[in-house]
């Protein structure tokens, strides 16, 4: 298991496994918030109320449209990059305004979305933050700065020698896929 211990250090570490991605990733969301990375102009408009005015604003943003670009770049090398999200129910404003941003992914192309209502994931053994893998060959477990909504401070990146705990996150996806609904159902 390699560890990163600063945001720019994981942020490379991702960066890295999405470019040596050949067939698919996958990301699990489990918190509920992620205020930390995501206070936009976006988020501001749609906290006020102006929903229309936020999906405009996230246009206007490098950091969403950099990952819109990002995954449709991946799309066209073959990989297709899937997204589950926990969430829970009734659902915050902020993760009203989360999903709205996970629609314009799916409507561009760039991601598949789904969710998972913590009622359906119930009983099992999620991890305490989010994780990506990559071809079932790497798995990075994103590490969050205490006391924060989201700040991404680190991460591990784990593969197959790491054993069980590897196996485990493979398991925790397909069970989550299987019993999560796609977004655009929501």
Same mark, same amino acid.
């Given at each position: 298991?390699?560890?990163?211990?600063?945001?720019?250090?994981?942020?490379?570490?991702?960066?890295?496994?999405?470019?040596?991605?050949?067939?698919?990733?996958?990301?699990?969301?489990?918190?509920?918030?992620?205020?930390?990375?995501?206070?936009?102009?976006?988020?501001?408009?749609?906290?006020?109320?102006?929903?229309?005015?936020?999906?405009?604003?996230?246009?206007?943003?490098?950091?969403?449209?950099?990952?819109?670009?990002?995954?449709?770049?991946?799309?066209?090398?073959?990989?297709?990059?899937?997204?589950?999200?926990?969430?829970?129910?009734?659902?915050?404003?902020?993760?009203?305004?989360? =999903?709205?941003?996970?629609?314009?992914?799916?409507?561009?192309?760039?991601?598949?979305?789904?969710?998972?209502?913590?009622?359906?994931?119930?009983?099992?053994?999620?991890?305490?933050?989010?994780?990506?893998?990559?071809?079932?060959?790497?798995?990075?477990?994103?590490?969050?700065?205490?006391?924060?909504?989201?700040?991404?401070?680190?991460?591990? =990146?784990?593969?197959?020698?790491?054993?069980?705990?590897?196996?485990?996150?493979?398991?925790?996806?397909?069970?989550?896929?299987?019993?999560?609904?796609?977004?655009?159902?929501?």
């Amino acid at each position: 298991m390699r560890t990163y211990d600063t945001k720019e250090s994981a942020g490379t570490a991702f960066n890295r496994m999405l470019d040596m991605a050949k067939h698919s990733v996958f990301k699990l969301g489990v918190h509920q918030n992620y205020e930390g990375e995501d206070s936009s102009a976006s988020w501001g408009a749609w906290r006020s109320g102006a929903h229309e005015d936020s999906i405009w604003l996230m246009y206007q943003e490098p950091r969403y449209t950099d990952w819109i670009e990002r995954c449709i770049g991946l799309r066209n090398r073959g990989v297709k990059f899937t997204r589950a999200q926990i969430v829970d129910v009734p659902l915050s404003d902020y993760t009203q305004w989360m =999903l709205s941003v996970f629609r314009e992914y799916e409507t561009m192309g760039a991601e598949k979305v789904v969710t998972a209502t913590t009622e359906q994931v119930r009983g099992l053994a999620l991890p305490p933050n989010d994780f990506v893998i990559a071809d079932d060959a790497l798995v990075l477990q994103w590490d969050y700065a205490s006391g924060t909504q989201g700040e991404v401070s680190g991460a591990r =990146l784990m593969e197959p020698a790491d054993g069980p705990q590897f196996a485990a996150y493979l398991v925790l996806r397909d069970t989550v896929l299987s019993v999560a609904s796609p977004l655009t159902r929501q």
